[in-house]
């Protein structure tokens, strides 16, 4: 492939859990490696453990600079989310609530984690509207970290070598809707 | 309607694109345009800078 863009794109990988213990730190960081091979591409891990975001809950007051501005910086956005109760953690909600002008066209791509055999699939269509009313732009490719106990020793290294191809796929959509809609937002007007 | 002129971005000094438009409510401390009677929310534009991509938004007029 010749088409590089002028400037990287860049995608961060946010780790949407705040939880003690948290096996999806292991997803993120795999992600987050896979997506480091790529050529033209910045990246880096965001913890929402360690933004500082009251809880009075002020939507867009809160805003973390930080994270404001790593989310106005991004092309593409990773999102991995545990699956609790079915849900997806409140907290990366907090966190997601914070911005909104940033998010606008452009592409996000979520990886599930459960430790039963859904990946977090329960978690990731319940994520959907959410992204959607943010102005993000889903795929239609996610990475479902089922059993995830069995998936990373731990100390993180991956024990099941078919989540690579699958991460790959992920990452090649992702990667396809992130130059697409930087091309749209830069240059294509609404009317 | 009326051609506005382009948002300049701040860091380049370059017209950016506008390139979306999203109906808001008031639900949150932020502060808010005036209410759309058609709508029954604040419209709000959304632009993107060409040169280094950044965003920046402001009351549809």
Redesign the interface.
């Known amino acids: 492939m010749t088409d590089v863009p002028q400037?990287p794109l860049f995608i961060p990988v946010i780790l949407g859990t705040t939880r003690q213990g948290r096996m999806s730190a292991h997803a993120a960081e795999l992600i987050r490696n896979e997506l480091g091979k790529r050529l033209a591409i910045d990246t880096e891990l965001i913890d929402i453990a360690k933004l500082s975001l009251p809880t009075q809950?002020?939507?867009?007051?809160i805003k973390d600079p930080r994270f404001a501005a790593a989310m106005?910086?991004a092309?593409a956005l990773v999102l991995v989310v545990p699956e609790y109760n079915h849900g997806y953690p409140g907290l990366l909600k907090h966190v997601l609530?914070s911005c909104?002008?940033?998010y606008?066209?452009k592409a996000v791509g979520i990886a599930g984690v459960s430790a039963g055999s859904f990946g977090g699939a329960r978690a990731i269509e319940n994520l959907l509207p959410v992204l959607r009313e943010l102005?993000l732009i889903t795929i239609f490719w996610d990475v479902n970290f089922s059993n995830v106990q069995k998936t990373f020793s731990p100390q993180g290294k991956l024990l099941n070598e078919t989540f690579i191809p699958q991460i790959e796929k992920f990452l090649n959509e992702l990667i396809w809707m992130a130059k697409t809609l930087?091309h749209?937002?830069?240059?294509?007007?609404?009317? | 309607m009326v051609d506005k002129p382009s948002l300049i971005c701040p860091q380049c000094g370059v017209a950016m694109n506008h390139h979306s438009n999203k109906l808001l409510y008031p639900t949150d401390m932020s502060p808010v345009s005036p209410i759309d009677p058609i709508f029954e929310g604040s419209m709000e534009e959304f632009h993107t800078c060409p040169k280094c991509g950044g965003a920046a938004s402001r009351p549809e007029t």
């Open positions: 400037r809950d002020a939507g867009q007051a106005n910086k092309d609530d909104l002008k940033e606008i066209h102005g930087r749209g937002r830069e240059r294509i007007p609404i009317d």
